[in-house]
Each structure stands twice: as C-alpha cells, then as structure tokens.
C-alpha cells in the first residue's frame, strides 16, 4: 500500500454503528475492526473507490496535522484494512470507478 495506490471497500464487509463507533466485519477472513472518528471518515470515503494519495488529500483538509503524518497513519490504517480483507486494491490498469470482474 503506497502514496500511488487504488482502494475500494471488499464487497463481502458488513458494518455497523454501536455506541458511536463503526464496527466492520469481512464475512470472507471473519476479521473485524473497530473504526474511531478518523477511521470512521476514512471509511466513509471509500464508499467510492479512492485514490490513497487523493484520500489523504482530502483528510488533510478536514483534519488538524501535517500532510506526512496523515500520509503515514492513513497508508497504515488501510494497509491493516487490508490485511483483514475490509478494503481491496484496484489494479493500475482498472480505472478508480470500473468494478472488478
């Protein structure tokens, strides 16, 4: 997962709100992840495919912190997200919007 990379939601990821935090579960790994209010706009923004780079981009409009930092903790929060099959990569070649077949 890098600066460069194309990210969507795993189509198999069920979630839900409890006490005020976004709880995913991948029904293909049976992991979950208990998402806290930036993970939680993260997520919220893969509800559309996403550029990482134009993701961080935009999460360092809406919070306080340096862009590297942001960077950082993003590209790690969705690299976990990926490990636990919550979100999956988009292939170059596949546009951002285009479904996997």
Not at 31 to 44: F, K, M, P, T
Not at 53 to 60: D, K
Not at 74 to 98: F, H, N, S, W, Y
Request: aromatic share 2%; hydrophobic share 45%.
């Amino acid at each position: 997962m890098n600066i460069s990379s194309k990210v969507r939601r795993s189509a198999k990821v069920l979630e839900a709100e409890v006490d005020g935090e976004i709880v995913l579960m991948s029904a293909v790994s049976g992991s979950y992840c208990g998402l806290d209010d930036i993970g939680a706009e993260v997520w919220r923004r893969l509800a559309k495919p996403a550029a990482v780079g134009e993701l961080c981009a935009a999460l360092a409009d809406v919070f306080d912190g340096d862009a590297a930092t942001i960077e950082r903790e993003t590209i790690g929060l969705l690299q976990q997200m990926a490990d636990q099959k919550l979100i999956e990569p988009i292939a170059d070649r596949q546009p951002v919007g285009a479904s996997a077949a």
